[in-house]
């Protein structure tokens, strides 16, 4: 057991060693490779969205077993990472979101369904359509369809909206339609509703928001993206930043004891 421990740690050293005689290139390979592979959890699996945090972690793992010391040098290296991972992160989310989802499904609070579909959902376009189903409705109840749209920055904006004449449903259905045109290069969310009154008050049924269009080329979607994404980046950043203070602070506090010591 003895004989077969020894080897191990010899091949561990070894390995150890080789990273930090080689860290021009192990260092950015055991650094970009696990981020490529979080960014990718990141994108494709939703519920993963915190395992992003990991990357600052993943970084400072990387130089600190190929010996890539000096908390400037750290820096410079994390800011060109960081830099390469946002423009991978906007290229890899262009298609995704990007492309046509075709017509949306869902339920609303109210146990109805509806349907949604954006026609042309992306592109250099001024002009699209609206289109909206609900099934499942009160028949004896009459309800105004309503067409909200919002821009997407920081926060949603609502720019236009739109009012339908009262509709009673069929078998418990409302379809509605509605197109918009002139309208400016952006990203944008839209909400349809169907507001009601009864004697109880009033109430609507919602799809809540739902994506699209983009109203853009593609390539600059993609630039809109990473200067989405720089918040995001500057706060993986930040938390790099302060796990290399928190490791100098260490450093330092062994090296003054080793002194004491001696």
Excluded: C
């Excluded at 009601?196 to 809109?224: C, H, K, M």
């Amino acid at each position: 057991m003895g004989s077969i421990e020894l080897k191990t740690q010899q091949k561990n050293g070894n390995l150890l060693l080789y990273l930090k005689k080689n860290r021009k290139w192990t260092m950015p390979v055991l650094a970009l490779l696990p981020s490529l592979a979080v960014l990718g959890l990141y994108i494709y699996v939703t519920y993963l969205i915190y395992v992003i945090f990991a990357i600052p972690i993943i970084f400072f793992l990387a130089m600190h077993f190929t010996n890539t010391w000096g908390f400037k040098k750290r820096m410079k290296y994390g800011i060109v990472f960081f830099i390469i991972l946002l423009v991978v992160q906007s290229l890899l989310m262009t298609p995704v979101v990007f492309s046509d989802p075709g017509t949306l499904e869902g339920h609303t609070p109210g146990d109805s369904n509806f349907t949604v579909n954006i026609s042309p959902y992306s592109g250099a376009y001024h002009n699209f359509t609206v289109n909206a189903s609900f099934s499942g409705l009160n028949s004896t109840t009459t309800f105004m369809p309503v067409f909200l749209l919002y821009n997407s920055g920081e926060f949603l904006n609502l720019t236009d909206r739109v009012f339908l004449k009262n509709m009673t449903p069929v078998d418990g259905s409302i379809s509605v339609s509605q197109s918009f045109s002139n309208i400016r290069s952006g990203d944008y969310y839209v909400e349809v509703n169907l507001n009601y009154t009864t004697s109880t008050g009033a109430g609507n049924v919602t799809t809540g928001f739902v994506r699209g269009p983009i109203l853009y080329p593609e390539y600059q979607f993609t630039l809109s993206l990473m200067l989405n994404y720089i918040v995001l980046y500057t706060l993986l950043g930040i938390i790099f930043v302060i796990i290399g203070i928190f490791s100098v602070s260490i450093s330092r506090s062994q090296r003054k004891v080793s002194q004491y010591r001696k």
